[in-house]
């Protein structure tokens, strides 16, 4: 039984070759800086204080991006009970318990037993001197106890270990496919959350304009009556309010179906006093993110580190397919005592053992190992693609809502000044007619141009909100609530 201690240390001393290639070069061709040009040009001053401009965007919590507290609360329950996040959550944990059990495979699986065997021989066998007819017996029992190790295979040339460390690889990158979920789920929730807020804004505005089209057409139905306005005139005043009411159904059915898809975001109901007020109302809940200093800063991505970590763990399951190309040495020992009584079992003589090495030399395999050896190469070269294929959709991403952010400013107050001229001239016809100076076809064609108006200028404000979101997750934030970044350390040996 001492020697198996030293079985055990010589044959882990051969271990330690790998076949692993030397991870692939990649070449996303992505640019070192963001792109250039007029709609990259820097708005104005922001409207609130913005973000220590010295962190990055995946070094800032959300919580100082998304200030409003309803919608940190509406974060924190999405956090507890999304069901997509908490199947990420426990992919990491299989992940991990997967990686645990290929990473045990490195050692010996050393077991005890204890045994006894026990049988009858009629004594014509067991006696060549016996009757043939006899019907005595023979009882024999033999009692054993033992330790042993079952087919450990010797590592010489670092297949084992080259599995284990793909485990280990692909283990982290369901690590960061979690924390890309985390950050996805946030801005989904945020995104939801103002199109709420939108939504609620765009059906006051409704109400408030269906109000006045009601007004106008009372004046313009009491005109008629009078016989000093057309029925062309009444008609068109109707058609006005019904406009209005099917536009009112119409926001009070997409907020509702926000609601909904917040709540499935929510894994919950949402509480009403969780709900925004209009988005005017809100004034900044999202601040602006540095896009800091380099394209560089997407390399730390979750999906960008996902997709590398994968690449990793397919390179090193060449090393485990060389390695099959090679002799492998798997070991059976086992040492103990044995007794045909129970009371002699750990008795002067009773020791036993056994040593079964068996070595494995591959011939010919009918081109499998080459077939499995160049579908790892493939493989890899296929997470290769991956991996530059995330750096360029990271880097677009990010290109997209830097654009956006440069153009939005302004466009919304150019659609500002737009409704401020509507509102004017809709004043002036209105006034016009309110005096008999002008017919209502005037005011009906103001109005209707500044209701329209309103309306993209509530979903234009809303895309920006979006928008801010939309950089803050591209750039890799929202991660933690405050800045940190997850350990990635292999889980304890077995």
């Known amino acids: 039984m001492t020697r198996l201690p030293a079985l055990s240390f010589a044959a882990l001393l051969l271990a330690g070759c790998s076949l692993i290639p030397d991870r692939p070069s990649t070449d996303p061709t992505v640019q070192a800086a963001w792109p250039e040009g007029p709609a990259y040009r820097a708005t104005a001053a922001p409207q609130s204080a913005p973000i220590d401009a010295t962190l990055e965007a995946d070094a800032i919590g959300w919580r100082d991006v998304f200030t409003d507290q309803r919608l940190q609360r509406a974060i924190e329950t999405a956090i507890a009970n999304n069901r997509d996040l908490r199947i990420a959550v426990l992919n990491v944990s299989l992940a991990e318990a997967q990686y645990r059990v290929q990473h045990g495979e490195l050692f010996p699986n050393v077991g005890a037993s204890a045994d006894l065997s026990a049988s009858r021989s009629p004594l014509g066998?067991?006696?060549?001197?016996?009757?043939?007819?006899?019907?005595?017996?023979?009882?024999?029992?033999?009692?054993?106890?033992?330790?042993?190790?079952?087919?450990?295979?010797?590592?010489?040339f670092g297949r084992v270990q080259s599995l284990s460390e793909a485990a280990f690889q692909r283990y982290l990158g369901y690590a960061e496919t979690r924390r890309a979920a985390q950050i996805s789920l946030i801005g989904q929730v945020a995104e939801a959350w103002l199109a709420i807020a939108a939504d609620q804004e765009a059906i006051d505005l409704t109400r408030r304009t269906l109000a006045n089209q009601q007004e106008a057409f009372a004046i313009t139905r009491a005109?008629?009556?009078?016989?000093?306005?057309?029925?062309?005139?009444?008609?068109?005043?109707?058609?006005?309010?019904?406009?209005?009411?099917?536009?009112?159904?119409?926001?009070?059915?997409?907020?509702?179906?926000?609601?909904?898809?917040?709540?499935?975001?929510?894994?919950?109901?949402?509480?009403?006093?969780?709900?925004?007020?209009?988005?005017?109302?809100?004034?900044?809940?999202?601040?602006?993110?540095?896009?800091?200093?380099?394209?560089?800063?997407?390399?730390?991505?979750?999906?960008?580190?996902?997709?590398?970590?994968?690449?990793?763990?397919?390179?090193?399951?060449?090393?485990?397919?060389?390695?099959?190309?090679?002799?492998?040495?798997?070991?059976?020992?086992?040492?103990?005592?044995?007794?045909?009584?129970?009371?002699?079992?750990?008795?002067?003589?009773?020791?036993?053992?056994?040593?079964?090495?068996q070595i494995n030399l591959p011939i010919f395999t009918g081109g499998t190992l080459q077939g499995s050896l160049d579908a790892a190469k493939i493989r890899t070269d296929i997470q290769v693609a991956t991996y530059e294929?995330?750096?360029?959709?990271?880097?677009?991403?990010?290109?997209?809502?830097?654009?956006?952010?440069?153009?939005?400013?302004?466009?919304?107050?150019?659609?500002?000044?737009?409704?401020?001229?509507?509102?004017?001239?809709?004043?002036?016809?209105?006034?016009?007619?309110?005096?008999?100076?002008?017919?209502?076809?005037?005011?009906?064609?103001?109005?209707?141009?500044?209701?329209?108006?309103?309306?993209?200028?509530?979903?234009?404000?809303?895309?920006?909100?979006?928008?801010?979101?939309?950089?803050?997750?591209a750039l890799g934030g929202g991660w933690q609530e405050r800045s940190g970044q997850m350990a990635q350390t292999r889980p304890a040996a077995p």
């Open 125 to 156: 066998v067991v006696g060549s001197g016996a009757p043939a007819n006899g019907t005595a017996g023979v009882t024999r029992r033999i009692w054993g106890a033992g330790v042993g190790i079952s087919t450990y295979e010797i590592d010489l």
């Open 223 to 357: 005109a008629y009556q009078g016989g000093t306005a057309t029925e062309l005139a009444l008609r068109q005043a109707q058609t006005s309010v019904e406009t209005a009411r099917a536009s009112l159904e119409r926001y009070t059915r997409f907020k509702a179906q926000n609601e909904n898809g917040l709540a499935l975001l929510l894994g919950r109901p949402v509480p009403q006093d969780m709900l925004p007020s209009s988005l005017s109302d809100l004034g900044r809940p999202v601040s602006d993110v540095p896009a800091g200093v380099s394209s560089a800063i997407l390399l730390r991505r979750p999906d960008v580190l996902a997709a590398e970590r994968n690449l990793v763990a397919a390179n090193a399951e060449i090393g485990a397919a060389r390695a099959a190309f090679f002799p492998s040495i798997t070991l059976t020992a086992s040492a103990g005592t044995a007794s045909a009584s129970l009371s002699n079992l750990f008795g002067a003589g009773s020791g036993t053992w056994s040593f079964a090495p």
């Open 389 to 473: 294929r995330a750096v360029q959709t990271a880097f677009r991403e990010v290109a997209d809502s830097l654009a956006a952010r440069g153009t939005f400013d302004r466009q919304i107050a150019a659609q500002r000044a737009l409704v401020g001229a509507y509102q004017g001239a809709y004043g002036v016809a209105l006034t016009r007619f309110r005096s008999g100076l002008d017919n209502y076809q005037a005011a009906l064609d103001a109005q209707r141009q500044l209701f329209t108006a309103q309306q993209e200028l509530i979903a234009q404000e809303l895309l920006r909100q979006q928008n801010r979101v939309s950089l803050y997750r």
